[in-house]
């Protein structure tokens, strides 16, 4: 069974930071596009950040700067290193993998996804 776990969301104070993670299990994901979506309160779901099987890096513009994506691939993991958070961030964070190729930005087109984490920032 194909598992994708989140971990390391919580509560933060505005200008802090967290780092989450993301454990696969139930196969490789190494030949995979890693992701990172968000939903916040209301409203949709939305892309946050992509790590693809060629090393190539994709940010959301409201997350240059702040956030790095990263990948271990020996281990099935990516995380997700969020800094300068601002409660505009609070969301449930999602981890997901796709295996085709394509836009990275389309959730739909995704093949797995975790149950998420909920990241709040206080103001």
């Known amino acids: 069974q194909v598992q994708l776990v989140e971990s390391g969301g919580g509560l933060v104070q505005a200008g802090g930071s967290l780092r989450l993670s993301c454990a696969g299990s139930?196969?490789?994901?190494?030949?995979?596009?890693m992701a990172w979506f968000r939903q916040a309160p209301g409203k949709e779901r939305e892309f946050v950040a992509a790590f693809t099987w060629t090393s190539s890096k994709y940010y959301a513009d409201f997350v240059k700067g702040r956030f790095t994506i990263s990948r271990d691939n020996a281990k099935n993991t990516v995380s997700l290193q969020m800094n300068s958070l601002n409660p505009e961030d609070t969301a449930v964070y999602y981890c997901?993998?796709?295996?085709?190729?394509?836009?990275?930005?389309?959730?739909?087109?995704?093949?797995?996804w975790g149950q998420g984490t909920q990241v709040t920032v206080s103001s």
């Open positions: 997901a993998a796709r295996s085709n190729t394509g836009s990275v930005y389309k959730q739909g087109e995704y093949d797995y």
């Open positions: 139930g196969r490789t994901f190494s030949s995979y596009a």
